[in-house]
Nanobody
């Protein structure tokens, strides 16, 4: 296993829910930020949601109002609650982290530049 371990993927019908988890080491969890990406078959990897160390959260337009990102500091775990799932949400979901110096974190404050990745967990939404 790597430093970012995802779990919670699976198969669900449209309209259903899943909750993804990503557990990691303390120094990664306390880095600039963490987030979720996804890659559907034949498509490029895309950002789903990120949460910076200062609590700033970003969502892709396609998941706003349906997905919620959160952190459990005690468990060093990142979550992605996915509700009202659609067939187009089918993809491999990756946990990612920005692990940089404080100066680089500040320079990257307005963007998201992960350099640590999990192996991914499959989410399939179909009837």
């Amino acid at each position: 296993q790597g430093d970012l371990v995802e779990s919670g993927g699976g198969s669900v019908e449209p309209g259903g829910s899943l909750k993804l988890s990503c557990t990691t080491r303390e120094y990664i969890f306390n880095s600039c930020g963490m987030g979720w990406y996804r890659q559907a078959p034949g498509k490029e990897r895309e950002l789903v949601s990120t949460i910076k160390k200062d609590g700033k959260i970003v969502y892709a337009d396609s998941v706003k109002g349906r997905f919620t990102i959160s952190r459990d500091n005690a468990k060093k775990t990142l979550y992605l609650q996915m509700n009202s799932l659609k067939t187009e949400d089918t993809a491999v979901y990756y946990c990612a982290a920005e692990v940089y110096s404080m100066a680089t974190c500040a320079r990257y404050a307005d963007g998201y530049y992960p350099n640590n990745w999990g192996e991914g967990t499959q989410v399939t939404v179909s009837s």
